[in-house]
């Protein structure tokens, strides 16, 4: 599947809050310019992502190497995305409209990056152990031939 079939869906979600932005108070041109910045970031990181799975075969899409990369570029993501929340607003901001509802949707976010990051390391530790499994069952294959009694 080609990077920019999923570059456009992605990219439609966050001009919806880009949107949502041009609405505040402040500087509205910088605001822009860093969201557009982070959205460009963000897609290139993924795409090359996405590209690299696709150019190397040995190192498959869902290998050890390959998720390792994919929460580097995810936590990377993320850490931007609250600096861009967080930075430059006066402390007593957010709590206001419409600071507060990107501090949730922020929240949220992070919530979700941590299921993410939990879903992965529990089905590193699954394969982990049915590696051992499969260590176990191919040093007790090469002890006895399968038809002897």
């Not at 206001?96 to 590193?124: G, M, Y």
Request: aromatic fraction near 6%; charge should be negative.
């Amino acid at each position: 599947m080609p990077a920019t079939d999923n570059q456009g869906s992605f990219l439609n979600r966050i001009s919806i809050h880009r949107n949502q932005v041009v609405s505040m108070d402040g500087n509205h041109e910088q605001e822009l310019k860093d969201l557009e910045l982070f959205q460009k970031h963000v897609a290139d990181s993924f795409a090359d992502l996405l590209s690299q799975s696709e150019d190397t075969l040995g190192d498959g899409l869902l290998s050890i190497s390959w998720l390792h990369k994919l929460l580097d570029v995810f936590l990377c993501c993320e850490a931007e995305y609250k600096a861009i929340l967080l930075l430059g607003w006066d402390p007593s901001q957010i709590s206001k409209p419409p600071l507060d509802k990107l501090v949730l949707e922020f929240h949220d976010r992070v919530v979700k990056a941590l299921d993410v990051c939990n879903a992965v390391s529990h089905a590193v530790e699954t394969v982990r152990n049915y590696q051992k499994l499969a260590e176990i069952a191919v040093a007790t294959l090469e002890q006895r031939p399968v038809g002897d009694g």
